[in-house]
């Protein structure tokens, strides 16, 4: 099936530290989305851009819309254990109305 | 309900028998969606369902496979003839179609199949 290249695969870091993850497409997205999904649950939208260039924030998380509409990026500033999880890009291909997630960031904190 | 509801929560089958997921999406949703996610991958696109338009069947992986949704509402996805490749949590999503990417998951069926 189709889905998004995203990296790294997994992280491991310290509390407090800075993280940040990618995802790029061969394609060109309308729109780009970050999730996270906790064990035995579904994802949950974090962060939605709608626009090339776009910079959006939500609390200590960031993403940008790349401008070439082929990628976007996740920043998590000052890591807390709670940010543990699996973090998945999203994006609307252009012409379609479906949604395809990438490959997944698998992140650890430790305290 | 408040959420999206996924049933059953979890399912065993033998290898050949055919199985049928139910997801009950929120009221009022007009877009649905189903998902695999294979042990430690990412989420695989299977179908999507959009108010009365033909459903975008795209990413289902085999003939085995097909999706209904009765009603505007309620959608089972219905697998023949189970292989143990068919092994995964499969996850049904459901958006208002407001806000484009918003979607609400549900916690997914997981299928093991011997």
């Known amino acids: 099936g189709q889905q998004l290249n995203q990296s790294p695969q997994s992280m491991f870091i310290q509390e407090g530290e800075d993280v940040s993850m990618n995802c790029t497409s061969s394609?060109?997205?309308?729109?780009w989305l970050w999730y996270k999904q906790d064990p035995g649950e579904g994802p949950v939208l974090l962060i939605a851009?709608?626009?090339?260039?776009e910079l959006t924030s939500n609390g200590r998380l960031t993403a940008q819309f790349g401008i070439t509409r082929k990628d976007s990026f996740l920043n998590i500033s000052a890591s807390i254990p709670s940010d543990v999880g699996i973090y998945f890009c999203?994006?609307?291909?252009?012409?379609?109305?479906?949604?395809?997630f990438g490959t997944g960031t698998r992140l650890q904190v430790f305290p | 309900g408040a959420g999206v509801s996924q049933s059953p929560s979890n399912k065993v089958t033998e290898k050949g028998k055919d199985v049928e997921l139910r997801c009950d999406p929120i009221?009022?949703?007009?877009?649905l969606y189903w998902y695999r996610q294979s042990l430690g991958q990412g989420l695989e696109f299977l179908i999507y369902?959009?108010?009365?338009?033909?459903?975008?069947k795209s990413g289902l992986p085999s003939d085995r496979f097909s999706a209904e949704r009765t009603g505007g509402s309620v959608s089972t996805l219905t697998i023949q003839r189970t292989q143990q490749e068919d092994s995964a949590v499969y996850l049904c999503?459901?958006?208002?179609?407001?806000?484009?990417?918003?979607?609400?998951f549900g916690s997914g069926t997981q299928l093991s199949v011997l």
């Open positions: 999503a459901s958006s208002s179609g407001t806000v484009l990417g918003k979607l609400f």
């Open positions: 394609s060109i997205f309308n729109t």
């Open positions: 851009l709608y626009k090339a260039g």
């Open positions: 999203a994006g609307q291909p252009m012409g379609t109305d479906k949604l395809i």
């Open positions: 009221s009022g949703h007009t877009a």
């Open positions: 369902f959009q108010g009365n338009s033909a459903p975008d």
